[in-house]
């Protein structure tokens, strides 16, 4: 094992300085998550489909990276609460 590799195994917080270049499991639900590569941003034109753009921002909200089904139990694992709770609703 090489001086890098075991710095990524046992140095605490490695991975919030440095990028994962890795694909791995999620602990949570169980998906792989694999590096999905560089974002950009580019600038609208007078010209671009206003439908167009709405719906390519809207993707991430129909197709989330994480299993719907599976909410509940994810929220409960991250908070430890029995799902999102509504303030001032007590």
Do not use: W
């Amino acid at each position: 094992m090489n001086r890098e590799n075991k710095r990524k195994y046992y140095e605490k917080g490695y991975y919030r300085t440095h990028p994962c270049a890795e694909s791995f499991h999620c602990k949570v639900c169980g998906r792989l998550v694999v590096l999905a590569g560089a974002l950009s941003s580019n600038r609208i034109a007078a010209d671009d489909n206003p439908m167009k753009l709405m719906s390519i921002a809207m993707k991430p909200l129909c197709l989330p990276p994480f299993p719907l089904d599976r909410i509940k139990e994810i929220t409960q694992a991250m908070e430890g609460t029995d799902g999102i709770s509504n303030p001032g609703r007590g």
